[in-house]
């Protein structure tokens, strides 16, 4: 069971990740670079085919995801609400099950490291948070 500081922390140390892992979608310019080290990535671990080449509008909803990925992150750094741990985790549940509808059809195992990160972020997450008593409720028991 996490205490409240401790899943505070655990809710800061997500959006962190987030912001690191998506900050390379967020812009053409990265999501380029990102693009060409995951096909060599997946050409040197041996995996059949390659990273198709994206078209601009796939680019595009790249860049809106690695956005809006951010601004959420970013928001997790500042002010790492319970809630807002538990509303990732509801993301994480999305992510992961696109992430394994893509495997299915073939996309590049590559992606499997990252669902399984998820996975990891979704439990993690949504492990329960000890209640600990307000303050007004403390000091009457103080009392």
Sequence with gaps: MWSSEGYRKLVRASG???????????????????????????????????????????????????????VWAWLRIRDPQRQFGRYDAVGRLLFATWQAYALALGATPVIAVILLLELVWLVLQVWPVANEQPADQKMIAAL
């Design 16 to 70: 962190i990740y987030d912001l690191l892992i998506a900050g390379a979608f967020a812009t053409p310019w990265t999501f380029a670079l990102l693009h060409e080290q995951l096909g060599q990535l997946h050409q040197m671990l041996g995996f059949a085919g390659s990273l198709p080449a994206f078209d601009p509008v796939q680019v595009l909803l790249g860049n809106l995801m690695g956005s809006i990925i951010c």
